[in-house]
């Protein structure tokens, strides 16, 4: 049986989901910290953005894998790490996710159901010096990402009748040219030959030097920004953010402290449902 989840039960289990996740990282000394919109969310409402429920943490590339090792291992909880390496999940980054529940996200239908989430996205440490690499490689991660999107989206959903349009002819193309699993190796490939930093910088303290989230928004990021993370309440939780959660807020955001105008304040919620055992 399937019951239809409330928005407020949405945000519980998503919450539950990140404070496992805290859990974990605590217990296992790995760092990661809350990033886009619920960094804002924590930073300006002291918990979830009012009319959103996303959860997105950044992890640093080592304690992604050391966390993607600890599942494989047999970690002791009652959620689920997916990834496309094992075809458990269409999305080229790692989700922890309620398999008690099932949702739907807007953008890609119900061909591809998912209990709730957390999305986490590695950062990789960088060598912003190398210019013309690190072009080349957001240039083909845009090429990939765009055909990676086309072959997962639902093609009725669009913001326009233009878009829509366009997608009811090339979605049904893209499906059939294209692995959505092999594209994610491809995207997942080309963070992890983001030009380095050089072996004296891996092996400083992880405030020095750049990060990117190239499986995320593909921003270079100076880790001092981000690192040595702070503290901040998020729905009556101390939980990570950047250090300097202002001024990430700033670059992604603008004025970011402004609410903006009510008719902006599109909900986002997916359609979710918890899975009843008969």
């Given at each position: ?104 996200e ?34 083909k ?25 366009v ?11 294209f692995?959505?699993t ?18 004296a910088?891996?092996s ?24 040595p ?28 402290k402004?609410l903006?105008?009510?008719?902006e ?5 997916p ?8």
């Amino acid at each position: 049986m399937k019951r239809r989840l409330s928005s407020a039960e949405i945000k519980k289990i998503e919450l539950d989901i990140l404070l496992e996740l805290d859990r974990i990282c605590t217990e296992n000394g790995l760092t990661y910290l809350l990033a886009y919109g619920t960094c804002l969310g924590a930073v300006r409402h002291g918990g979830f953005i009012p009319w959103d429920d996303d959860i997105d943490v950044f992890m640093p590339r080592d304690d992604y894998e050391k966390l993607y090792n600890l599942f494989r291992e047999g970690m002791e909880t009652p959620y689920k790490l997916v990834s496309y390496r094992d075809e458990s999940s269409i999305y080229q980054f790692f989700k922890l996710v309620d398999p008690a529940t099932e949702s739907y996200e807007t953008f890609v239908g119900k061909s591809h159901p998912i209990g709730l989430w957390v999305d986490i996205f590695p950062l990789e440490r960088v060598n912003p010096s190398s210019e013309k690499q690190l072009r080349t490689l957001m240039k083909k991660h845009e090429r990939i990402g765009l055909a990676r999107s086309f072959a997962v989206a639902d093609s009725s959903v669009a913001s326009t009748p233009a878009i829509k349009l366009v997608k009811k002819i090339v979605c049904p193309i893209a499906r059939t040219l294209f692995n959505v699993t092999k594209l994610n190796r491809r995207l997942e490939e080309n963070a992890l030959a983001l030009p380095k930093a050089t072996e004296a910088d891996m092996s400083a303290p992880t405030e020095e030097g750049y990060v990117c989230d190239l499986l995320g928004d593909a921003h270079v990021i100076d880790a001092s920004i981000l690192f040595p993370v702070r503290k901040a309440p998020f729905e009556g939780h101390e939980l990570p953010i950047p250090g300097r959660a202002e001024t990430y807020l700033d670059i992604n955001y603008g004025d970011w402290k402004a609410l903006p105008p009510e008719e902006e304040r599109h909900l986002h919620f997916p359609e979710a449902y918890a899975v009843e055992k008969e």
